[in-house]
């Protein structure tokens, strides 16, 4: 998977355009949960709004300016084609925190036999144990490279429309 994924990046216009590692046959049991990601949208909102903090959650305007995401408009009678992911906002209240909100996406969800988002997509090895080590190099080292990543991110592409469109969400005007 590692290599077919190394394989199908291509650089066009500066950026890297890449296809999500999918396990197929798990992939065909995601379901089409529109319906529960519109009710859990639906209660977000109310809820937002009733503790007075629905005007603060921007974040995903903000993404949408910075191309992190973009907006698709779906007849709601073509819901049924796309994989709606619930989220949820988190509210950080460390003042030295750069980012107050953030969300939280739930990939997990499981409708009877169905398999998750997270079920289907390619898991890699786990770097638990390089971690260990680059935490221990932080300590025995002295001196300490550090840098934001975050450009990085954004010179990465989705090359499939199909792939865009997998993880979507509902949002309205945040």
Known sequence: MIRQFQESKKIRDGKYHVQLPWQTDKLALVPFNHAIALHVFDRLIRSLEKKGLYQDVNVFLQQQREGIIEEIQVDPQN???????????????????????????????????????????????????????????????????TADTRKAFSMVRLALEADKNMPCFFCEGW
């Open 79 to 145: 819901f049924v084609d796309y994989v709606w992911v619930l989220h949820r906002p988190v509210f950080k209240t460390d003042p030295a925190a750069t980012t107050k909100i953030r969300p939280v996406f739930n990939c997990s969800l499981k409708v009877g036999g169905s398999a998750s988002l997270n079920e289907a997509e390619y898991s890699s090895v786990n770097m638990k144990g390089d971690m260990l080590d680059l935490l221990t190099s932080f300590r025995s080292n002295k001196f300490v490279l």
